[in-house]
């Protein structure tokens, strides 16, 4: 019988202990890495919060190719950092090797490589390819008569990659309704805000919708709010579902929010940026304790 993290749900109060720990982990590595893409990983980090430990899952780090898990691939693959310490805290594998990430030899890559690291469902870096992949995997669900999930997060700078938009199409076709996309909406991609670079994404929400998906907006930092997200996105018997989250960078950080171009998208924070930011992560930390 497998050890089910989905029956470990855990209080909100404990999500957000996890969430906070994860952030200064992200924030660490990438420092010490001198690489890497914190700001992308942290727009992120409370979706994927709820997602390992609020009993949303279904996974077993035991037997991580275990045929009846739910998947989870991040297309948008240059947040690694961030799925790299959930795996971790997960228990997927030994916390200690997070120090090496993007070191020669390291299985943490810059980019995740399912044949390095357990727990990692797909090779992702290319943008635009993720939802492919997890269409793949929702079919063969079907086929195989099992009753797993596939999440898929994506990122808004990635959707402008017409694979992301074929296969929406071919997910709504096929009525797939064990497919859930999450889009970390936080406005910045590389060279600048998402409403410059390619304007024409909005309105994303009507967009999708337009596309034949169930559509639900939440606050991707809002745990609670989140955790409702998942809930209603699996009660959808016959569309795939997208949550749009509404989330920021560095949220409150005042290191990444201090630039107005990308939020330092592919910049990791040298040592004081990076002191600052923990300061400040533990002392917003502090003030939702004492709320």
């Not at 469902?121 to 995997?137: K, N, R, V």
């Not at 989140?226 to 949550?243: R, S, V, Y």
Request: aromatic share 6%; charged share 25%; net charge negative.
């Amino acid at each position: 019988m497998h050890e089910l993290h989905e029956q470990r749900r855990r209080s909100l109060e404990e999500l957000q202990d996890v969430s906070h720990r994860l952030s200064r982990q992200i924030i660490e590595i990438t420092t010490k890495a001198g690489s890497g893409h914190p700001s992308s990983s942290l727009s992120m980090i409370d979706i994927l919060t709820c997602l390992y430990f609020g009993g949303v899952m279904r996974y077993t780090p035991e037997q991580p190719t275990w045929p009846d898990r739910d998947r989870f691939i991040l297309s948008k693959g240059h947040g690694a950092p961030g799925l790299y310490v959930s795996l971790a805290e997960a228990g997927f594998f030994d916390p200690a090797l997070l120090p090496t990430l993007r070191q020669m030899g390291s299985p943490l890559e810059g980019h995740p490589n399912m044949r390095a690291l357990a727990g990692v469902e797909a090779s992702t870096g290319s943008l635009g390819q993720g939802i492919s992949i997890g269409l793949g995997h929702a079919l063969a669900a079907r086929v195989d008569g099992r009753d797993y999930r596939v999440y898929v997060l994506i990122g808004d700078g990635e959707s402008d990659e017409g694979q992301i938009w074929e296969a929406a199409l071919a997910a709504s076709k096929y009525q797939v309704n064990n497919l859930t996309v999450i889009l970390d909406y936080n406005k910045f991609q590389q060279t600048g805000p998402v409403a410059k670079v390619m304007p024409a994404l909005a309105p994303v929400v009507d967009k999708w919708r337009a596309f034949g998906w169930h559509t639900h907006e939440i606050d991707g930092h809002d745990l609670e709010m989140i955790m409702e997200g998942f809930e209603i996105a699996k009660g959808i018997a016959d569309q795939p579902q997208i949550l749009i989250a509404h989330t920021l960078k560095g949220k409150g950080l005042s290191p990444f929010e201090a630039d107005e171009t990308s939020r330092k998208h592919g910049k990791p924070l040298d040592e004081n940026e990076a002191r600052i930011a923990l300061e400040e992560l533990d002392r917003r930390y502090q003030q939702r304790q004492e709320a």
